[in-house]
């Protein structure tokens, strides 16, 4: 190991040049401390993160029962799926007798649909059938009725997906469901 010649870098006898380097950095927060200086201010201030608005389990809860009481009244029976911002379920409801076997795939992806594109999917089907096919190539997307962005004061929180027995059905009690909670 080098050793510096002059006074302030030899190490005292039985000490490292890294034990020297802690003991002067020891002796530096000292000096701050008695100047007066709390020691919070010489740390760094704590990072602020953004809150944001999530969608909690009871208000899925609430539009899923609103869009099941929908469906009772058609009647029509199917799944339905409640997604959060990131386009995870929240909750799934699988009806007794469900029409579609498919529905269990449908519902939950309508709902992301919705969330990821930040509009209905009735909206995307519409413009797959229209203006827009190419957008039927977008992968991993459902482009069908029944899918619905739940939004809350201004902030998307998640999506809403209906998966029953038409396509109009679907979208009504996709629409039942956030009607809830306006």
Do not use: C, W, Y
């Not at 704590?46 to 969608?55: F, G």
């Not at 309508?110 to 977008?138: C, D, H, I, Q, Y």
């Not at 809350?152 to 629409?175: C, F, K, M, R, Y």
């Amino acid at each position: 190991m080098r050793q510096h010649i002059s006074g302030a870098g030899i190490p005292a006898p039985g000490r490292t040049r890294h034990a020297g380097l802690a003991a002067r950095l020891g002796m530096a927060v000292m000096a701050v401390m008695v100047a007066g200086v709390p020691l919070s201010a010489v740390q760094a201030a704590p990072v602020e993160l953004p809150a944001r608005p999530v969608l909690p389990f009871a208000l899925a809860q609430k539009i899923a029962d609103a869009a099941i009481q929908k469906a009772k009244t058609i009647p029509a029976t199917g799944v339905i799926a409640i997604v959060d911002d990131a386009g995870e379920v929240i909750l799934q409801i699988r009806m007794d007798n469900a029409f579609m076997r498919a529905s269990s795939r449908l519902a939950p992806e309508k709902a992301r649909s919705a969330v990821m594109f930040r509009r209905s999917t009735a909206t995307l089907e519409a413009a797959v059938a229209g203006p827009r096919p190419a957008l039927a190539t977008a992968p991993g997307f459902v482009m069908l009725k029944g899918g619905e962005p739940i939004v809350i004061n201004g902030h998307l929180v998640g999506g809403i997906g209906v998966s029953v027995d038409t396509p109009d059905h679907d979208e009504d009690i996709a629409q039942a469901g956030l009607a809830a909670i306006k």
